[in-house]
């Protein structure tokens, strides 16, 4: 099997049909709570429950179960397992000679628990390695696929449904699945989730290479907390990085990090620098903390790259303007001047229009302003404005609102949008205000048009910094230029 | 006047009686909205519409207006005014005349907005100056203090409480007020909130000086662009911090950050190092955002100073874990070692157990943890025999929850707050989930029981850095040892 084929991952995102192996009692944590999830958030694929006892439970969820997998006599893809660690190597063995493609184990109690789970891991790696069937796990919560509702966790889900959309979230953790993720109320727009967890078989080099030709994932999150095979990491992580935006959160970073992670394989004290300058050759943006591994990629996919690093801020008030010309040095950004031309057209809306951070406050309660449509009309004419200069490459916009606004939020949305439209510069946008709620809402509905929203100005220009980084770096990695990071 | 008692800022929070100058239209922005937002959060002093032209509106929300200030016979502290700029000196005098103890100009158009706004400036000030009368601002939104619901600012402010507790905000800036934070949301704990904006002659001392000795203020919060008198500003931080926690956002860190604070004064460029050496000496904990100004105050709050920088964390994701022990390295934590006392405590929980990250997720489904009387019944036991160990100083918990979990939150909120009880040490909470609004309950519950939470592990993990931190330098400024941080 050659390299490319091994990493088609296509078996565990797009199975024909699944069989789920464990207990089928109805509680969070079992295979029924797995066939629950599928079900839930709508896989509407093949699924075949099966335990050694099927006079238990005959049907789960309205679907037949079965003692072995021999009995099913429908196209098996994909096989998820979450029994005790000491029945696995057995069953996914049964599963490879059936011609299963892809096996995801859910049990724990494997490498990350002693030696005998070290030796019963060892034998899915020999499984995988003589069959071809790829292994993922164990200790993992599986895959997650938008397009088709795949969703392999055993974990109470209690999100309603998972947001279509182009950001591939994979990682070494539990904690980055729907089963913790608040996704829903992010609106989270997800192509693809997978944990590799202990990675018996199936590695981050295999996810890199599977994602950057997947067309449904545009940016890519990846958490890692080690690298198995660092040539093939480089290789896939720089490839996909000249197609697509990586952002790598690497955690034990700290001497102390890497002892929390892998006590087990012996120090990995003072690797940090290495990883650093890897994942900086291989294109990929290293992020240090998980709410920027979710939040940094938003202003990636809904975004154009900025040409440069020349950052504007539009605010309602000075103080913001300040602390984002802060934030903006310390991510990498420059506060651009704008051309004298956009001097003169701002201060035509008002006199006290003109410089950058472009505070609006004053300017809202000019008479010239205040004969725009409506009260927030100077947010879209300053957007356009600040735009059309040639000498700003991305922009945040800083807007309040509050429960008494909410009414409003359609026109706002609609006048940023299409005041953003047509430039191809880097916009997001900083909402803050007395209403979590309405906050809330006030995002959604950005997102909605394509606007990134954040509810922390610090992370909304940190975001745009790494884009301008990206941008920089992607240029280097297609050789349009020297790669000069 | 002596220097403490211009320090005594009593009129502006506690004042007898307010009176209220501007626009009485029904419209945000107005005088009629400062009483409106006073009554609406409980203000129950006289409050006194002043207006030139009471008879087109001579009641305010069942208040009687007046055409001038001599015509209110009672007691009168405080004025607001918020009329337009060139008026306001005529109206501060005559306050002054009146005796009124001390006045907030609401009222944009000054020193921040070229000659003539700093010529009108410079008349408060020498009315401030020659009466003895306070002036706070102009171009502020004033004072508000929880305990008699006094709020000064125009604009709709729309949180339907402002919480009591111990955190003084103040700050140069709008954006930090009741009109535009989510305090009822977050259940903000606050005591007094003041905005000194352009410092016509209130300042940051006189602030420091007032809260250093104001019994309701715990910590404070405090948001600077620049200080305008750096020996009066060192003495008063310095005494303040001698006392209770300070928190210094100071903005205009950057050049460009610098220039956009005050481009009229000329360039600060090059200040910012020495801000943090003063900031440093003073005892002042200096964070770098807003997030960190308003969330860092709560863990200093709520519970006790750590004796020492040694981090223990008790999770339910070797993940969260992993990415904790490199948050707290960055944050001058470091990961505790605990006794072989506790460890064998630990594995008899659990033969999991033992080490530090302290990872329950595998321990969970043992079943010497699972025999407890509730499957969150492990946190609390883990949590006290952590907390008992002399080489712990301070835990951050991380739990996860979810809306199925709602109903047990009082259980957990029970069982953490009497395991976390009596150890006097320092333990906040990392709340994450698959829902934002069962993540904000739990973290209010946990807040009722005195448990700071947090919704971002990296930040819960820096608060208990900066803690460790004022612990040593509170040390060092009461004598006690040398001061060396």
Redesign the interface.
């Known amino acids: 099997m050659n390299e490319t084929s091994r990493s088609d991952l296509s078996a565990f995102f797009d199975p024909k049909g699944v069989a789920v192996f464990g207990s089928l009692r109805e509680i969070p944590g079992t295979a029924y709570w797995v066939v629950r999830n599928m079900l839930h958030f709508g896989f509407r694929g093949g699924i075949y429950p099966i335990n050694p006892d099927p006079s238990k439970y005959p049907e789960v969820l309205g679907l037949k179960s079965y003692a072995d997998i021999s009995e099913v006599s429908e196209a098996v893809d994909l096989a998820v397992v979450i029994t005790p660690p000491a029945t696995v190597p057995e069953i996914v063995q049964k599963c490879a000679v059936r011609g299963v493609k892809a096996t995801v184990v859910l049990s724990?109690?494997f490498a990350?628990?002693g030696d005998e789970g070290v030796a019963l891991q060892q034998q899915l790696t020999e499984i995988a390695r003589t069959s071809g069937m790829r292994i993922m796990g164990p200790n993992t919560f599986g895959v997650v696929n938008s397009a088709n509702g795949l969703a392999t966790m055993p974990p109470?889900?209690?999100?309603e449904k998972i947001e279509k959309g182009g950001i591939a979230v994979c990682?070494?953790?539990?904690?980055?699945g729907?089963?913790?993720?608040?996704?829903?109320?992010w609106a989270y727009p997800v192509s693809k989730m997978c944990d590799i967890s202990n990675k018996c078989d199936v590695n981050e080099a295999d996810v890199l290479n599977y994602l950057a030709d997947d067309p449904d994932t545009k940016v890519v999150a990846m958490?890692l907390?080690d690298v198995r095979d660092g040539k093939e990491f480089m290789k896939a992580a720089r490839r996909l990085a000249s197609i697509k935006p990586l952002v790598v959160?690497k955690?034990?970073?700290?001497?102390?990090?890497a002892?929390?992670?892998a006590?087990h394989t012996g120090s990995m004290v003072g690797t940090d620098r290495i990883y650093d300058t890897a994942l900086r050759q291989a294109g990929a943006i290293r992020v240090?903390?998980?709410?920027e591994l979710f939040e940094v990629p938003r202003t990636l996919l809904l975004q154009p790259l900025p040409a440069g690093n020349r950052f504007a801020v539009i605010t309602i008030?000075?103080?913001?303007?300040?602390?984002a010309?802060?934030?903006?040095?310390?991510s990498g950004l420059?506060?651009a001047r704008f051309s004298p031309e956009t001097v003169s057209k701002l201060r035509a809306l008002s006199p006290?229009l003109g410089?950058?951070?472009v505070d609006l406050?004053?300017a809202m309660?000019d008479s010239r302003t205040m004969s725009l449509p409506n009260p927030f009309a100077v947010f879209g004419e300053t957007l356009s404005l600040v735009l059309a200069d040639a000498n700003v490459d991305c922009v945040t916009v800083v807007f309040?609102c509050?429960?008494?606004t909410v009414p409003l939020f359609p026109t706002v949305v609609d006048m940023l949008s299409k005041s953003a439209t047509g430039y191809s510069k880097t916009v997001n946008v900083f909402v803050?205000?007395?209403?979590?709620?309405a906050?809330?809402e006030m995002s959604r509905q950005l997102q909605a048009v394509g606007l990134p929203a954040y509810i922390?100005?610090?992370l909304a220009i940190r975001s745009l910094g790494y884009a301008a980084y990206y941008s920089r770096v992607k240029a280097g990695l297609n050789g349009s230029r020297l790669l000069c990071v």
């Open positions: 724990e109690g990350e628990s109470w889900a209690d999100n990682g070494q953790t539990g904690s980055i729907p089963h913790q993720i608040p996704m829903e109320d958490h907390e959160l955690t034990g970073r700290s001497e102390a990090g002892r929390a992670s006590s240090n903390n998980w709410q008030t000075g103080g913001q303007g300040v602390a010309a802060d934030s903006a040095s310390a420059s506060v006290r410089g950058n951070p406050g004053p309660s309040a509050g429960k008494q803050y205000g007395t209403s979590l709620s906050t809330q922390d100005l610090d």
